[in-house]
């Protein structure tokens, strides 16, 4: 059974840190592009932080970057996403997805990896999610 799931996520105070976890099963994260969306209620899906495992770029957004670090481990067939100094305004579900990058057909002056996380692209698998709850 093919499918992603992600676990870590919780109850942290602000300033705290989480690590997040993204399995795939049934299938290998090789030459896949993987990206960690969140959603708050009532706000639009954000990409935050993607990873290619064709070339290793990575893409962080501007509200993440310096706090989240997204990592490969490929003998685990996992990503993981390491979150620190953690705002209020970090509070979401957290959700992977997955998408093959040689499938992808480019978009003009921005990388793959990047194209993902800016939702440019339909994903091929997606996880349930986890919730990640910033709260002092």
């Known amino acids: 059974q093919v499918q992603l799931v992600e676990s870590g996520g919780g109850l942290v105070q602000p300033g705290g840190s989480l690590r997040l976890s993204c399995a795939a099963s049934?299938?290998?994260?090789?030459?896949?592009?993987i990206g960690w969306f969140r959603q708050a209620p009532g706000q639009e899906r954000e990409g935050v932080s993607c990873?290619?495992?064709?070339?290793?770029?990575?893409y962080y957004a501007d509200s993440v970057k310096g706090r989240f670090t997204i990592s490969s481990d490929n003998a685990k067939n996992t990503v993981f996403l390491e979150i620190n100094n953690l705002k209020p305004e970090d509070t979401a579900v957290y959700s992977c997805?997955?998408?093959?990058?040689?499938?992808?057909?480019?978009?003009?002056?921005?990388?793959?990896?990047?194209?993902?996380?800016?939702?440019?692209?339909?994903?091929?698998?997606w996880g349930k999610g986890t919730l990640v709850t910033v709260s002092s």
């Open positions: 997805a997955a998408t093959n990058a040689r499938a992808l057909v480019p978009v003009r002056g921005i990388t793959p990896v990047q194209a993902v996380c800016q939702d440019l692209y339909d994903m091929d698998y």
């Open positions: 990873f290619s495992n064709r070339d290793g770029r990575t």
């Open positions: 049934g299938f290998s994260l090789d030459n896949y592009i």
